[in-house]
């Protein structure tokens, strides 16, 4: 059974500041991982899809990488900004035991970026 | 605007009353998938839908249905709602199950 796990499950840091946040995953049968941030009451919002053949995504001052063969990903975010603050969730997509593809999601990163 | 819709955003209800809570999306996509959130569990998949008429279980499928009569649209059904059903839920659909997933913006339902 797939498990995701986000470190650190809270992380906070004065604006500016590069960070990475972490995840890993245990079965390296994915298709792909997916970054969310979501911000208090709100939804799901897509930061960056990795499909499983590549290496690494890039958008604006967000950068994930992926080591499938060590069930491992990682968030990159640069310079980072108080409009940043939210949780940031990671997802991996497997096959399930039925056959069909299913999304296991981490637990979540709650950032804050202080001013 | 693409987007996902889910109604209602908010419900209070007590045991044993039925409800629905709707999902839709406008961007013809084929996979819809309904989750819920609950602190400490994060986000935990209760139904999905390869396509209309095609639908199964996720990971917490105990205590409620879904049907896919249409592309569209992807109700979530409480027969009997409980107080364990208190929860924050979420609809997701994607052009196949593998591709960038579209959240609305959550239902949260308390069961008293």
């Known amino acids: 059974k797939q498990e995701v796990t986000q470190i650190p499950a809270a992380l906070s840091v004065p604006e500016g500041e590069n960070l990475v946040l972490n995840c890993s995953f245990t079965?390296?049968?994915?298709?792909?991982l997916q970054w969310f941030r979501q911000d208090p009451g709100k939804g799901l919002t897509s930061l960056l899809l990795?499909?499983?053949?590549?290496r690494e995504q890039t958008s604006g001052r967000l950068n994930a990488s992926l080591d499938k063969s060590s069930g491992r990903s990682t968030l990159y975010i640069a310079a980072s900004q108080p409009g940043d603050s939210a949780t940031y969730l990671c997802?991996?997509?497997?096959?399930?035991?039925?056959?069909?593809?299913?999304?296991?999601f981490g637990t979540g990163t709650r950032l804050l970026v202080s001013p | 605007e693409a987007q996902v819709t889910q109604n209602p955003r908010y419900l209070i209800t007590v045991t044993g009353k039925k409800l629905t809570v709707t999902c839709s999306q406008n961007?013809?996509?084929?996979?819809m998938s309904w989750y819920r959130q609950d602190p400490g569990l994060g986000l935990r998949q209760i139904y999905y839908?390869?396509?209309?008429?095609?639908?199964d279980k996720g990971d917490v499928p105990e205590g409620y249905k879904v049907s896919r009569k249409e592309k569209r649209n992807f109700p979530l059904i409480l027969e009997s709602p409980s107080p364990n059903q208190t929860s924050l839920y979420f609809c997701?659909?994607?052009?196949?199950?593998?591709?960038?997933?579209?959240f609305g913006p959550g239902t949260r339902l308390t069961v008293l």
């Open positions: 997701a659909s994607s052009v196949a199950g593998d591709n960038e997933q579209f």
């Open positions: 079965d390296s049968a994915i298709y792909n």
């Open positions: 990795i499909q499983s053949s590549q």
């Open positions: 997802a991996v997509s497997g096959r399930s035991n039925t056959g069909f593809q299913k999304l296991v």
């Open positions: 961007m013809n996509h084929e996979y």
């Open positions: 839908s390869m396509n209309v008429e095609v639908t």
